[in-house]
């Protein structure tokens, strides 16, 4: 079993940036891959930001190439989402992630492991 702990939500202004954090417990987060996805008030939850166990793949939505990172610290056992130029429209409760999703990796379905949410605010 694996606990997840998200921080480092919060609220800013447009242009600004936020890194967020994931600690694991329970087992170790090194041999998982770790993910961040949002949900915004109705609507569903979407794929963010994707890491495999090793580093060495990483996967992002559109809406965030460019402006975010995903990396991990598997001596930390934490995953990290670093957030800049943010925009209003990235508003929402962000959530980590953690499983063996394999081809997979953008369904939330496929991911065993959830922390609470941490919410993310941007104003304009």
């Known amino acids: 079993q694996v606990q997840l702990v998200e921080s480092g939500g919060g609220l800013v202004q447009g242009g600004g940036s936020l890194r967020l954090s994931c600690a694991a417990s329970?087992?170790?987060?090194?041999?998982?891959?770790g993910a961040w996805f949002r949900q915004a008030p109705g609507k569903e939850r979407e794929f963010v930001a994707a890491?495999?166990?090793?580093?060495?793949?990483?996967y992002y939505a559109d809406s965030v190439k460019g402006r975010f990172t995903i990396s991990r610290d598997n001596a930390k056992n934490t995953v990290y989402l670093q957030m800049n130029s943010l925009r209003p429209e990235d508003t929402a409760v962000y959530y980590c992630?953690?499983?063996?999703?394999?081809?997979?990796?953008?369904?939330?379905?496929?991911?065993?492991?959830w922390g609470q949410g941490t919410q993310v605010t941007v104003s304009s």
């Open positions: 992630a953690g499983g063996s999703p394999y081809s997979n990796i953008y369904y939330p379905s496929a991911y065993d492991y």
């Open positions: 329970g087992r170790t987060f090194s041999s998982i891959a």
């Open positions: 890491i495999r166990w090793s580093g060495n793949s990483t």
